[in-house]
């Protein structure tokens, strides 16, 4: 018989486990354009947990294809045509609502993820660099006094006792040590030395050289000695903050239809941008302007609702930009976002390309072009491009690319303007990725 | 454990030995191994003691741990392994009436891994235990030499077709070469049978048929394999082309062995548990008889059997339906309801109250333990009246109104149950897919053909699994299979583009 007792236990199983959940976050990664195409994300409110849910991720190996619903065996009491079980529905399949293992059901992990580590995901995704890394125009806000630092002179009243006793209790230490080496004493020897000439370091030494110590402390107990320079002062500072803050001005064109779609494709943008610049800047700030032949301020709710017909002045929207910079985010304290969406359409774009290299002239951070057209023939839309756009193109030299319809066209390095053409839900993610890229690597 | 526990769990394992040899179960030395729950968890994860580090590994150990904490219920109580020295574990902080089940449970397991003819093959291959705790040292030095990330991918490739192995579990693999000899002389024999007729009589049709076997020669000559094969791995671990590096090889090599050894335990599953449940609750009820352990304990080992053998609606409860078989067969030895003078006895009530005292139940239990798989039980000894008496069932999910799934009893004819869990226990999910060439095209592309028994394949595993096949091998991969009823040739190819 043998019952052997063993220490435990190797750590293969838990880390095993991280590697598998490493595989679990690259596949939320690949679920990525989904994710953030989802509408249930952006149009929540307050939550920042959302679920995911991922299938266990498993090794691939042949397997039978079973066709619809699941079915085994199981035992118990009934007949054909009992119900002996439910999953509740969520509105999305997949979900699970079972106790496992009593409930048939499919294997499903269900992952609860921030909203913000998605975002840590696509910037790792991006491969932008460190959001430390970039220099963020920041303003310097004054708070008032504060007590701030220890420094070496001030007066008496901001002596700082436990900083100075700290001080002397280094010096001492450190005469002692100095004591011993010079005289190649014992330590406790040296301290009744030290002691008896009452800290001073030469009357210590004559002390020993002459054999006087009297003084018989049987231990060391060490003492604050003080010499000029040892005292140390609290000092006041001016208390500020460093802010930094970011405006997004949101442009939309309501001229004509704005089917759901468009205006689906405008908040999902808008929405993971300013989640995005919230990572960076302290203070988010976001402002609507809607456009037909002439523009206005508005607030969210009619940024999205809002349709009316009439002429396409697109540069009435940059020039109240224009002006928005001028009298309320000055760039030399906002990093300016500005965001046009718009069909193509513009009765005077030569107009709207001088208002352009107005907001760039003011050194805005970037310029977003989104030519929205959702119900466009991808193959048309591929070759068909609007006046505007191709006054963009031309003017700024920008150079196009396309990818799955959607296309993408900037220019120099340090033009801060990307214009974007974009039909579905899919084109959110690579949109939003070639915006930020282009943006971390103007400056 | 206190010291006291264990000298008292040495005295009651040394009586439970006894007790099992007096009822004519085979032992052995078993190492208990006294340890926590966690490595319980670890060995049920990794199938083996001591096993190389992987993901799915690391998965399944976080899921049996989670089920274990959260739900109190997974209690990891019994981990023993076929090995020819057999090992168990027995957690720490289990109640001691539990660790005593678990070393009555094990005893029961014991006694299958020595008799039953399937694992008796599964210890034959190598020692994979052994095996298992030097590749793990191994397999470390490959991930610091090549990188984890590049082992992954060849352990990853390698289990993903791991348990493609002949059906039939006593086939050995054999040399190609003699293969090739063999199929050869085999040609040659029939050659022959035709050379004794004067070749003036011959008929159109004899020439015919010597011409193509003259070409079935021909072909032999070069082909690879000169068979199918359904051993995938192996086929790819002699023949790649690609060229597989030695590490990978022997990174290969091991999964396939631990693959082949573990086979014969899934064959047998069912009776194992239920062998071994069986045994437990007559060794319970002995030991509580004999005084050695007490009332209070007996309640705690009363509940948990309970828990175990619970009635599943939604699953195959092996532990309460194979101990229920054991007990149904005993009872029909004993009675001697079997053979044709009861099963076509017409009269009701006789049929139903038969009793030839013939007292066989114990030798045919030995019998069922011995040489009998999972399949081969369902086949013969799940009679109607066993599989209505276990108010078996097939259940469905339907759906129902705004996305709800509601489960219902779909069908309970003991016919169509028999003939599901029969398919279930001779293909376990693995499809048949098999070598058929691997200078496919004259250009060592590797023809794979999967074997269509009644089920397409899941097309986006298929694909995934090829991508695996295909970085083995190297070159283009094809496999032959049937989508909705028409003969397909589905291609994974350097581009990693699939095509149909």
Known sequence: MSIIVTEPVTERGRKDARRHREKQREAIIDKLPEIIADESIITRKGNKIIKIPIRSIDLPHFRPKTEGESEGIGQGEGQPGDVIGHRPGQGKPGEPGQEPGQEPGVDYIETEVDIEEIIELMLEDLGLPKLEEKEVKELIVELGFKIGGIVRSGSWPLLDRRATSQEGMKRFWSLLEALRTETGLDELICFNALKQAEGLLEKAVEILKQNQVTLKESAITPFPIFEAGDLRYREIQQDTENQSNAVIIAMMDVSGSMGDMKKYLARAMLFWLVAFLRKLYKNVEIRFIIHHSTAKLVDEDNFFRTGESGGTNCYT???????????????????????????????SPDRTIEELEKLIDKKVNMIGYGEVQPDADPNLFKNN????????????????????GLGLAEGEKDLPLLCIR????????????AFLRKDRWTQ | MKKQEIERLVEIEKRIKEIAEESGLLTTEIAFEVTTAQRVLEGMAYEFPVNFSHWTFGRDYEKYRTIYEHTGTGIPYEQVWNFDKPKAFLVETNPFALNVLVIAHVYGHVDFFLANRYLKHGRSFSNVVEEARNASKRFKEYEAHYGQKEVEKVIDAGMSIQWHQNPDPFFEEQDEEVVRGRLMSLERAKLERFEDLKSKFKKPETKEEVAQIEKRLEKLTTKTPPEPTYDILNYIIKKSPKPLKPWMVDVLTVIRNQARSLAPNRKTKGLNEGW?????????????????????????????????????KAGFNWYRIYLALFE????????????????????VFKHSRWDTAAGLGNQKIFEVRSFYSDRMA?????????????????????????GEVIYIIAEDDPEVIREILKEQFTYYGVPLVRVENGNHNSQNHLLLKHVWNGYDLDSKYMNATLEKIHYLWGGKVFLETRVENKETIVTFDYNNKKKK
């Open chain 1, 422 to 433: 974009l039909m579905e839900r899919e084109h959110i993610l690579p949109a939003l990725k």
């Open chain 1, 317 to 347: 929207a940059y020039e109240l930009a224009n002006s928005l910079i001028d009298t309320e985010y000055p760039t030399n304290r906002w990093n300016v976002y500005v965001w046009h969406f718009s069909d193509g359409e513009d009765f």
């Open chain 2, 276 to 312: 071994a449940t069986y045994w437990h609750v007559k060794i319970m009820r002995r030991l509580f008889k004999d005084g050695l352990i007490t009332p209070e304990e007996h309640g705690i080992f009363n509940d948990f059997h309970s828990s175990i053998t619970q009635e599943n």
């Open chain 2, 378 to 402: 369902v086949e013969e000894l799940f009679t109607d009246e066993f599989i209505r008496e276990q108010q078996l069932y097939i259940w469905m999910g339907m759906s129902g109104e705004n």
């Open chain 1, 385 to 404: 491009r609007s006046e505007l756009w191709e006054k963009f193109k031309n003017y700024f030299t920008l150079k196009e690319v396309h990818d799955n």
């Open chain 2, 328 to 347: 149904n067969i005993k009872e029909r030895w004993d009675k001697g309801q079997f053979g044709r003078d009861y099963e076509e006895e017409k009269n």
